[in-house]
């Protein structure tokens, strides 16, 4: 069924990203490509992948961005990783016709079903983040599965039982864990970070959230001056004096 | 949006085979219109044949065409669903129709119609016509079901692209009378074709064609001059969260090649195009109307007038599609950096 979850249970599995520490690695796209190509949506299709125009579907995919403050002019680069948000309102499982598309209530994991789907790509449509990605040697729609088949898989050590994308982030960017639950590690570190979702306006109601990176430590004007009193030297007489005993 | 010609000709071809069945069937339960069982078989046919190359256009474009059947299962929630199966139950008055008119025709009127529409309009004025009309209860039923059932079927199309928030340019209180007037347009001026072809006097129908193409003429232009006014629903300091930073701009692209998102919703038309297209569009609205006007004021229904007519209405039509698709941003296209 496309309608939504009813009585939905209340957890909400979903990834915690922080901004402030991402540096763009791409070890979590590498590394959700490989294991999802062998996973529950596998094959993942790959055309020409050492060719010319390489094509191919990823769940997960780091934009780099600069962000220059109108104040200040000064500018920051923040790395910018985006997968499904796993919305509660998730309108690309409304739209679909066949039912392929589907929210599950007991853990608010957005899945596709590749038997029913049919293909029309109006998921796609219905999704502003671009969560959704067409393969056109499957026919289907491809996504995130959030790992469904690692976070329960009992034949993984409990450690591992987290998206492949969280076990390989290097610097610790990425949390997994109950959206759902106020007192989990993920809510907590929202509530304490100031997390916030992508594209409010929208009203899709993501469960994924993102940590802002914390503000620039701008230099100071004292700080200022003196590195400038440094870089230029003494003056005047001590000028005179600094020159005719450095040469 | 990716103009992908599948689902313009789909639009386009089932919309206007809708309008036509609209109209027809409007025109006849209004009284403007005998109701001529060989008029209703031959336009109903001609609405038949839109609305199901448009209805296979639209399933061959599928990553999974056998699967099509599955598409009826959500009405519950999805607009396409319900659009499906609006399209499959319009089939049932359409086929009674069909069928109905087909068993009420007079002998040898299945030639004869196809000769009396070519030759002079006089001949086709004499009593041939009237001998049976369509007057039972159960037609009546089925001619007002017949229009219900075509009006929401083209409503369902447009609550498609209505419903998507993340398109500005299709999410907005223009595109539901956009495209029931559009189907209706193109409906009527099939009708009057068939009107002028048939040899009955145009009366209401032409001058209500003239009335749906200035309508729709005039509300497309109030479409595009307010979409050119409209302030962005999402940017892309909303879009990745950093607005309170500074202004969001893309230093590195997530990849070096065109994905699917950028190929299916990153498609982005010049601004040089959409303005001749839009151009192309006001002129061959113009040549509608004009000819229209010919045909139902001033009597000049020379084939010739006809066919540049329609062939103006194809044009209009699809150069209209295209620059709804092609125009139309998607939300995503703001993590690429397109504002």
């Given at each position: ?6 009585e ?5 599995l ?12 791409q ?15 596998n ?9 010319g ?183 005047g ?11 | ?63 999974h ?10 009405w519950?929630?999805s ?29 040898n ?31 009546s ?24 928030k ?52 005039g ?31 893309v ?22 195009h959409?303005?001749?297209?839009k ?8 040549i ?34 295209w ?17």
């Amino acid at each position: 069924m496309t309608c939504l979850p009813k009585e939905p249970s209340g957890k909400k599995l979903g990834l915690v990203i922080d901004l402030d520490i991402c540096v763009g690695c791409q070890a979590c796209t590498v590394n959700c490509k490989e294991w999802n190509a062998g996973g529950h949506s596998n094959p993942l299709h790959d055309k020409d992948p050492y060719g010319g125009e390489p094509d191919g579907v990823w769940f997960n995919r780091v934009h780099g961005y600069e962000v220059t403050s109108e104040e200040t002019g000064n500018s920051q680069t923040v790395y910018f990783p985006k997968s499904c948000l796993h919305c509660d309102d998730a309108p690309c499982v409304t739209v679909c016709p066949t039912g392929a598309s589907y929210k599950r209530s007991e853990d608010g994991i957005v899945l596709v079903n590749a038997e029913t789907c049919i293909g029309c790509k109006l998921c796609s449509w219905a999704c502003p983040y671009g969560a959704r990605e067409y393969d056109d040697t499957q026919g289907v729609m491809k996504k995130c599965t959030m790992c469904v088949d690692r976070i329960y898989n009992e034949n993984l050590s409990e450690d591992a039982r987290v998206p492949a994308c969280v076990s390989s982030c290097p610097a610790g960017a990425r949390h997994f864990g109950d959206l759902g639950d106020p007192n989990s590690g993920v809510s907590q570190l929202v509530e304490a970070r100031g997390g916030y979702d992508l594209m409010p306006e929208q009203e899709t109601k993501p469960v994924n959230k993102y940590l802002p990176p914390r503000a620039k430590q701008h230099m100071k004007e004292e700080t200022g001056k003196q590195l400038k009193k440094q870089q230029d030297g003494p003056k005047g007489l001590m000028k005179l004096l600094d020159q005719a005993l450095s040469w | 949006m990716h103009p992908a010609s599948s689902v313009i000709i789909f639009t386009t071809f089932s919309g206007t085979g809708y309008g036509l069945m609209m109209v027809l069937l409007a025109t006849m339960l209004l009284g403007w219109l005998p109701r001529d069982p060989s008029l209703v078989l031959y336009g109903l046919l001609l609405s038949f044949a839109l609305v199901t190359i448009g209805l296979l256009s639209s399933t061959l474009h599928l990553g999974h065409p056998e699967r099509a059947w599955r598409a009826i299962s959500q009405w519950r929630s999805s607009w396409l669903s319900r659009e499906g199966l609006m399209a499959l139950i319009t089939y049932v008055p359409m086929g009674v129709l069909i069928i109905t008119a087909f068993m009420n025709l007079p002998d040898n009127e299945v030639l004869g119609t196809v000769e009396n529409a070519v030759t002079s309009v006089a001949a086709t004025m004499g009593e041939g016509h009237m001998v049976s009309q369509l007057h039972d209860t159960w037609v009546s039923v089925m001619m007002v079901l017949g229009v219900i059932c075509a009006g929401l079927t083209v409503f369902t199309t447009a609550m498609i692209y209505r419903s998507l928030k993340p398109v500005a340019h299709w999410h907005n209180g223009f595109v539901v009378p956009l495209y029931l007037l559009m189907s209706l347009m193109a409906g009527s001026m099939i009708t009057v074709f068939f009107m002028v072809g048939f040899g009955y006097d145009l009366s209401y129908v032409g001058v209500s064609s003239m009335a749906l193409i200035f309508a729709t003429f005039g509300l497309k232009l109030n479409y595009w001059r307010a979409m050119n006014r409209m302030e962005p629903t999402s940017t892309m300091e909303s879009a990745t969260g950093l607005g309170h930073l500074g202004k969001v701009s893309v230093l590195e692209q997530a990849h070096t090649e065109d994905n699917y998102l950028m190929k299916e919703m990153g498609y982005q038309v010049a601004r040089k195009h959409a303005d001749k297209l839009k151009f192309y569009y006001r002129l061959f609205a113009f040549i509608c109307f004009l000819t229209i006007t010919a045909i139902s004021i001033w009597q000049f229904n020379q084939w010739w007038v006809m066919a540049i007519s329609a062939l103006s209405l194809i044009i209009s039509l699809l150069v209209e599609r295209w620059l709804f698709f092609a125009e139309a941003k998607h939300a995503v296209a703001l993590y690429y950096g397109k504002k």
